[in-house]
């Protein structure tokens, strides 16, 4: 070995000795890696000295972290080398495969690389990569580039791997515990659901950002606000965090969160303790998983089977329409106009004739056959009840209102609602009722959150709405949204033709519920009821065969001559059905105190003041309490 070469060599020695000498354990890892890069270069053994980490997701080096000496721009080419994708380094050859790359002179290289040309521009002629391997794995290389290719010889690169090799324990794990912790973060950020950790006494430690764009705050202020649970929610979250936070043991709770722009959803939230080497819980991890539409779907699920049982439970009038007549088939054909759209539909005709049954029938012939039918009768409602059971109300919006309850409207959000005797639907009710169908939204008893839904209404009545109107009971401009499509379903009387296939559908259907053998129908007895005018309609013949069944002990059917009233209603033109009182344009309270005057204060009865006005008495007495009209004051009027 020559004596300039000799010379050199400890040179290089010394140089990494004064580096490692420098070096204090717990030092910052760029000032270390920095101050290797001056040091080489400063004693003029190098003319460009740079260190880069491989990328954990390209798996090579694409730019350097730490680099000295100035080679007249070759900084920039190395960077933009570096960042080409299809390039071969003396650096990355070193990395990927974990043994020192010396190209002693880069003139006699057969493919120079881009970088290579560059520093050869530059009047460098040789280059020196190592690697730094950390944990049994390259983590990065460090790269020498010199002027003189006789300048070094083997001594060189081999002292410097071992100079690496031995000094690794300077380095920091690779990457930093900064590159960990952001490398970390920015993994947990991509994660949908929501993690949170938390300190051991459960106080909030860290979010993702999953979990703060969903409360749209920042961490400090859900640490000072809370995490916005919903108060019907509150206290069984609490009780099971309370449990599992003293039993050390996993939770998983369901609860709502308020959302950014004040939306209650539902979420899973699953809480497991993270451990020490030595048992002790040090943090809770917490991943929770917006369920929200998984409960919609259960609670929408439990309200059709509930509507389904309901259905099942109540006695139809029959399975099917019956009847070849020319009033029916008018009918039938109207049905089939209506039913594929979602027009809303109102029923009218005398009571018993299977108003329902219309319904049922324009239901399963729309789009919304899939869908739940609930029917709802609002004369037999508790006048006070009628807008819950409706519309749903709120935990406390009353006495007795002991949780959250769904109305009809919502249980039948998608399909049908049919509204049985809508004209006794008081005058409060009627106008939430006509902003549904305008506005296709409401709000539940006691709440203040509007509930958009997706029905078709379909209304029912045996009272002449127009007369209704024009009496003050009921609202004209609902009327008009209710009259969208009328359908009069004709009284049994005037369907004479259908009465023997009725009988015979009546007679088959209710001697096999009874268990008997029915052959024939007495034609005296069809002759009769053919002749009757059936003022109960078809729910009154219904009612005379099912009787007839059960007291039947022969296999002829017949009917009793007696059980057939004798008295036939006069028919009263429905112009005429309700009082012939003129009242103009005076309000609801003029009306009923009028009525009250003529009858002394009397309500019920013949001759009270709901008979006057053609409606049911217990409605009477609840409008008389709502408009606080002292009826006592009539008595002597």
């Known amino acids: 070995m020559s004596l300039s070469r000799q010379a050199t060599h400890q040179q290089f020695a010394y ?58 721009g070759f900084l920039g080419v190395l960077e933009a080398g570096l960042c080409s994708p299809d390039y071969e380094d003396s650096s990355n050859v070193a990395l990927q495969s974990c043994e020192t790359c010396w190209i002693k002179d880069l003139r006699d290289h057969p493919n120079p690389t881009p970088i290579h040309s560059a520093v050869l521009e530059c009047g460098c002629t040789s280059v020196i990569s190592a690697p730094v391997i950390y944990d049994g794995r390259p983590r990065g290389a460090f790269t020498l580039y010199y002027n003189d290719p006789d300048r070094f010889g083997e001594y060189v690169p081999t002292l410097w791997a071992q100079y690496l090799s031995t000094n690794r324990s300077e380095l920091p794990p690779f990457p930093s515990p900064e590159s960990h912790e952001a490398e970390l973060r920015s993994l947990i950020d991509l994660i949908p659901q929501h993690v949170v950790l938390h300190f051991r006494d459960f106080s909030t430690m860290a979010q993702n950002r999953a979990a703060l764009d969903y409360c749209g705050r920042t961490l400090a202020e859900i640490k000072s606000e ?17 449990e599992g936070h003293f039993g050390g043991a996993p939770v998983e709770v369901e609860c709502r969160l308020r959302r950014h722009d004040g939306e209650y959803r539902w979420f899973l939230s699953q809480v497991t303790p993270l451990r020490d080497p030595g048992g002790k819980i040090i943090r809770w991890c917490c991943v929770r998983t917006d369920i929200h539409d998984r409960k919609a779907a259960e609670e929408r699920l439990q309200n059709e089977n509930i509507a389904l049982r309901e259905e099942i439970d ?24 209506v039913a594929p759209a979602d027009s809303t539909v109102l029923i009218t005709g005398e009571t018993g004739t299977g108003k329902e049954l219309i319904a049922r029938s324009i239901h399963k012939r729309s789009q919304r056959v899939g869908r739940p039918f609930v029917s709802v009768n609002c004369a037999a409602l508790p006048p006070t009840l009628v807008s819950s059971e409706l519309f749903g109300h709120e935990k406390g919006a009353f006495t007795g209102a002991t949780q959250r ?62 007369a209704a109107v024009a009496h003050g009971s009921f609202r004209q401009d609902l009327l008009y949204r209710l009259n969208v499509f009328p359908i009069e379903v004709p009284p049994l009387r005037e369907r004479k033709e259908d009465i023997s296939m009725l009988v015979e559908y009546f007679v088959r259907r209710y001697a096999k519920q009874a268990g008997k053998n029915i052959q024939s129908i007495d034609q005296k007895t069809l002759d009769l009821l053919q002749s009757y005018a059936w003022p109960g309609n078809i729910r009154e013949l219904q009612n005379v065969i099912e009787r007839s069944i059960i007291l039947s002990s022969t296999d002829v059917f017949s009917v009793d001559e007696l059980w057939l009233s004798k008295r036939t209603p006069p028919q009263v033109p429905r112009s005429e059905r309700l009082p012939t009182l003129s009242f103009g344009q005076r309000t609801e309270r003029e009306i009923i105190e009028a009525a009250l005057t003529e009858t002394r204060g009397r309500v019920s009865g013949p001759s009270g003041a709901a008979a006057k006005l053609r409606i049911p008495s217990s409605t009477l007495a609840t409008r008389i309490k709502t408009l606080k009209i002292n009826k006592r004051q009539f008595t002597f009027a």
């Open 15 to 72: 140089v990494l000795t004064q580096c490692n000498e420098a070096t204090r354990p717990g030092c910052d890892e760029h000032k270390f890696l920095q101050s290797l890069c001056d040091g080489l270069v400063n004693a003029g053994l190098f003319q460009f000295a740079w260190f880069g980490y491989e990328d954990e997701v390209a798996r090579k080096i694409i730019k350097p972290v730490a680099h000295s000496g100035d080679l007249h």
């Open 314 to 337: 109540r006695a139809l009038m029959f399975d099917e329409i019956v009847g070849t007549s020319r009033p029916l088939k008018a009918v039938l054909s109207r049905i089939t106009k």
């Open 226 to 242: 809370g995490y916005g649970v919903h108060p019907d929610d509150f206290e069984s979250t609490v009780m099971a965090c309370a």
């Open 405 to 466: 309850r769904l109305g009809r409207f919502e249980m039948a959000d998608g399909g049908t609602i049919f509204l049985d005797e809508v004209g006794e639907l008081l005058p409060d009710t009627q106008a939430v009722l006509l902003r549904v169908l305008q506005e296709r939204e409401f709000e539940r008893v006691g709440g203040g959150q509007t509930i958009q839904v997706d029905v078709r209404v379909i209304a029912a009545t045996n009272r002449d709405l127009n």
